[in-house]
């Protein structure tokens, strides 16, 4: 008797706790409004690689580099951007733009560049940007 009271007591605790729970989001597949970026980098002597996923993302990024080369191969694409924009800045150490670039729809380029300072660093400047972005620095030669 006394086991059977207990079942009947926690089945009937569980029915009430279970239906005060709601579920406050229609859809359970929908993203908040801002969620962390997906992000990937690789640097190395030759080469400097990044990638981002974003929704709704503002921030400044700055990546100081260390591709050393007399030639670069510039690379960059955007795709999928649906708001927002960016702005892609790759410096030299002696303050020359190799890339000052504001994008805000989907593009791809490439081009090669011979300079004469070493490269100092990448900034990236996001602006609600949601969408998929690239960026390849490479030893040309």
């Known amino acids: 008797m006394k086991k059977s009271f207990a079942l009947i007591s926690v089945l009937f605790l ?3 706790f279970f239906s ?3 579920n406050e989001d229609s859809n359970p597949f929908s993203l908040p409004e801002v ?5 990937a980098t690789n640097s190395t002597t030759e080469n400097f690689s990044y990638s981002i996923v974003a929704k709704n993302y503002t921030k400044q990024e700055v990546y100081n580099i260390q591709v050393v080369s007399d030639s670069i191969k ?3 694409a955007t795709n999928s951007v649906t708001s927002g924009q960016m702005e892609v800045l790759v410096e030299l150490k002696d303050g020359t733009k ?8 989907v593009l791809a ?8 300072s070493p490269l100092s660093k990448v900034t990236l400047n996001y602006s609600n940007f949601t969408g998929q972005f690239a960026l390849s620095l490479n030893n040309a030669f």
Do not use: E, F, H, Q
């Open 20 to 22: 005060s729970c709601k």
């Open 109 to 116: 380029a490439n081009d090669y560049k011979k300079i004469k």
């Open 98 to 105: 190799l890339v000052s670039r504001n994008l805000s729809g």
């Open 35 to 39: 969620t962390a970026p997906v992000i």
């Open 74 to 76: 510039v690379s960059y």
């Open 14 to 16: 569980a029915i009430v």
